[in-house]
Nanobody, 121 residues
């Protein structure tokens, strides 16, 4: 069982920056990937950025060049640095991790409770 605790959301003006954090805890963690998703009001949940245990990253086209995902494997923590924020970035941001298990089903997926990011014009 993996527990995720997110922090760092809030209200910011367009053009500003925020940094989200998500700390994972649990026994025998082996986090294959850590990611941030977001869900705006009335919109589908979408992947914002993902980082593997080896450091490979991928981003949604809408955030490339503005957002940076990173992780501290020693702390089992993933970060999302968000710069040049736009009003359309307003959403609930959710942390997601894939944990490797030593037995079937081999992977478990966990979600954080979400943190609100609001960008005002």
């Amino acid at each position: 069982q993996v527990q995720l605790v997110e922090s760092g959301g809030g209200l910011v003006q367009a053009g500003g920056s925020l940094r989200l954090s998500c700390a994972a805890s649990g026994s025998a963690l082996s986090l294959a990937s850590m990611a941030w998703y977001r869900q705006g009001t009335g919109k589908q949940r979408e992947l914002v950025a993902r980082i593997t245990s080896g450091g490979t990253t991928n981003y949604a086209d809408s955030v490339k060049g503005r957002f940076t995902i990173s992780r501290d494997n020693a702390k089992n923590t993933v970060y999302l640095q968000m710069n040049s924020l736009k009003t359309e970035d307003t959403a609930v941001y959710l942390c997601n991790v894939l944990n490797v298990l030593g037995k079937p089903p081999y992977f478990s997926e966990s979600w954080g409770q979400g943190t609100q990011v609001t960008v005002s014009s």
